[in-house]
């Protein structure tokens, strides 16, 4: 059984830094891709990150590009997203997916939701304070 599970969320300052982990289970095929994406109370989700697994090559959304940074310890099968300088509009519940194959030319239409992600976690809460 494929399962994604997210930890690391929490009450964070304006400012401040956190870390997300995404630990990946269930399969051994190592073509895949993982996402990170949020949803905000009253938005639509939204495409944070993501990565490939077997390359390493990775994808931010244009907003979040030098703030948010994700990486991967293939070792662990877990991906993790380094969220700094946080702003209160960064608060949401963060989720995982993960895409099998990947192809890393269509990660905007993963973002996008024109193509679905095969597997979701449960989320995470980020809260940023101000």
């Known amino acids: 059984e494929v399962q994604l599970v997210e930890s690391g969320g929490g009450l964070v300052q304006a400012g401040g830094s956190l870390r997300l982990s995404c630990a990946v289970s269930g399969f051994t095929f190592d073509g895949y891709g993982i996402a990170w994406f949020r949803q905000a109370p009253g938005k639509e989700r939204e495409g944070v990150s993501c990565i490939s697994r077997r390359d390493g090559s990775t994808y931010y959304a244009d907003s979040l590009k030098g703030r948010f940074t994700i990486s991967s310890d293939n070792a662990k099968n877990t991906i993790y997203l380094e969220m700094n300088s946080l702003k209160p509009e960064d608060t949401a519940v963060y989720y995982c997916?993960?895409?099998?194959?990947?192809?890393?030319?269509?990660?905007?239409?993963?973002?996008?939701?024109?193509?679905?992600?095969?597997?979701w976690g449960k989320g995470t809460l980020v809260t940023v304070s101000s």
């Open positions: 997916a993960v895409k099998i194959p990947w192809d890393g030319h269509n990660w905007r239409l993963y973002f996008s939701g024109y193509y679905g992600m095969d597997y």
